[in-house]
């Protein structure tokens, strides 16, 4: 059968510059933004390999933590880094995120510690982080879509305030929100498109597009390519190879940049794919072919990107060095995961209202009363 999902003359080709064996071969539709891919010094490109590495191992780690036990669920982000590095790269200090449930990196890069993410995924913890001490990195929301819309209302928020659009780009502040093909049909992620291009809000609807939503295939859930989900709403769309890290920084970077100048809300459809399952709870060997599989890891961002930089001259000490990290961060949140204590019986308590609360009083009498009836049985 073939796929539902036909492109037009009227989409917009894949922005690409790495090919699959990680050759420099841009894309005609990519042409646009070599000047800022040229503009990245060795150190930033490294960045964009380093991050891409070490977000790898902690995955592994935590997937493996679940494994022993010692995590409730973990949603891997393996095979996505690209996609999500290039985007957090793009972003300036003053830039705000909404993420999904996925986006390890996008946390560690703006400096939330890995730890504090595996907290919640251990289930002892009630909040995340403090976005104001974690690079304005909101905490992760589960039910799909909802981001969407905080993240629209806070561009909306910062048009009000007058703090984006002034013409300073080093100022002007942004919003990058996070979510996959299956969300992309949820209906608060239209909505959230309606009021962001409604109000020019400086949002980046950043749609993850890895081909399955679990067990979904998108070309189930969808006639036309998701890029042309943004058409209708008057928002400019873009479509990149999102295993091409450099693309995924270029288009990324333009986005966010024309979203605070005043342009109003871009959306780029990242295509990437999931290689590992939707989360621990999931076989993946139920719903898909390997031969699938097998053709992705030929796309593997990370080789791909260690390709060209050994193209441009990095040595095999810096990828050793890189590796090193990697094992490193991995073997840390392995030993401050062991040492995580449960959260306190009173925690479940105290910190649904401010105050004492007549609810919360009967509730915790009646787990008083259940315990002991259990102690007593
Ligand atoms: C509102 C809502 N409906 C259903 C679910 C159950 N659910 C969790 S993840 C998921 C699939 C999401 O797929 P996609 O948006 O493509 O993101 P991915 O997991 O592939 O990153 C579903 C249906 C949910 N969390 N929230
Ligand atoms: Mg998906």
Not at 299 to 312: E, F, H, K, S, V
Request: charged letters at 25%.
């Amino acid at each position: 059968m073939t796929s539902p999902i036909e492109t037009t003359a009227d989409d917009p080709a894949i922005v690409r510059v790495l090919a699959d064996d990680g050759t420099f071969a841009p894309t005609e539709s990519a042409e646009k933004y070599l000047p800022l891919i040229e503009a990245l010094s060795d150190a930033e490109l490294e960045t964009l390999y380093r991050d891409m590495v070490v977000v790898r191992a902690f995955d592994r780690q935590a997937t493996n933590l679940q494994r022993q036990g010692q995590l409730a669920l973990w949603p891997p982000s393996f095979g996505q880094e690209a996609a999500q590095v290039g985007s957090v790269r793009a972003a300036r200090p003053q830039d705000h995120f909404f993420p999904s449930y996925r986006e390890h990196i996008v946390c560690m890069a703006r400096g939330v510690d890995p730890v504090d993410i595996i907290r919640m995924m251990r289930g002892v913890t009630h909040g995340g982080w403090d976005p104001a001490k974690a690079g304005n990195v909101r905490p992760y929301t589960l039910v799909l879509g909802a981001q969407t819309l905080h993240a629209a209302g806070y561009g909306m928020g910062l048009v009000f305030d007058g703090r984006t659009a002034s013409g300073d780009l080093t100022r002007d502040e942004a919003v990058v929100t996070y979510y996959g093909d299956g969300a992309s049909t949820q209906g608060d992620v239209h909505e959230a498109m309606v009021f962001a291009a409604s109000y020019r809000a400086p949002t980046v609807f950043f749609l993850q597009n890895n081909h399955w939503a679990i067990s979904v295939p998108v070309a189930r859930q969808s006639r036309t390519p998701l890029v042309r989900r943004g058409y209708g709403y008057g928002i400019p769309s873009v479509r990149v190879d999102g295993n091409d890290v450099l693309a995924s920084y270029a288009v990324s970077r333009a986005a966010l940049d024309d979203a605070r100048s005043g342009v109003g809300p871009q959306l780029i459809e990242a295509l990437t794919y999931r290689m590992g399952a939707h989360t621990t709870s999931d076989d993946p060997t139920k719903y898909r072919l390997s031969e699938e599989e097998q053709e992705w890891a030929g796309r593997d961002p990370i080789a791909r990107m260690r390709t060209y930089l050994t193209g441009r001259g990095a040595t095999e000490a810096f990828f050793a060095e890189v590796d090193d990290e990697g094992r490193a961060l991995a073997d840390d949140v392995r030993v401050r995961t062991n040492e995580l204590t449960d959260i306190t019986r009173e925690s479940m308590f105290a910190h649904v209202y401010s105050e004492d609360h007549p609810l919360m009083t009967q509730q915790r009498e009646w787990l008083d009363a259940y315990e002991a009836a259990i102690e007593g049985s």
